[in-house]
């Protein structure tokens, strides 16, 4: 699949999101810092250059919401067959565990 928004876009956007949420629920920083054992630096540097550890964002959105979301989005995409035709025709029956060798 193609993306046609840089990460960096991406990660402002997110930021936004998340921010965004923040303030829908009428927390402030330090109150959202404390609700998710993030410390209020690493939120305040995190709404302001949208750079954050992978764990402490995660412990972001199990407080504004988005945690399920997320994980469901990433998960493998399953297709639809429509026939037991498509069925025979698709080579992606095997979920790889591995990448290749080169």
Known sequence: ???LISPLKAQQKITEI???RRLSMGLTQEELAKRSGVPLPT???FEQKSTISFESF???LMVVGGLDEMTNALKPFKPNFTSIDDVLKDNSN???KRGRKK
């Open 58 to 60: 995660l412990k972001l």
């Open 1 to 3: 699949m193609i993306s």
């Open 18 to 20: 998340i921010r965004d």
């Open 94 to 96: 095997t979920l790889r």
């Open 43 to 45: 939120l305040r540097k």
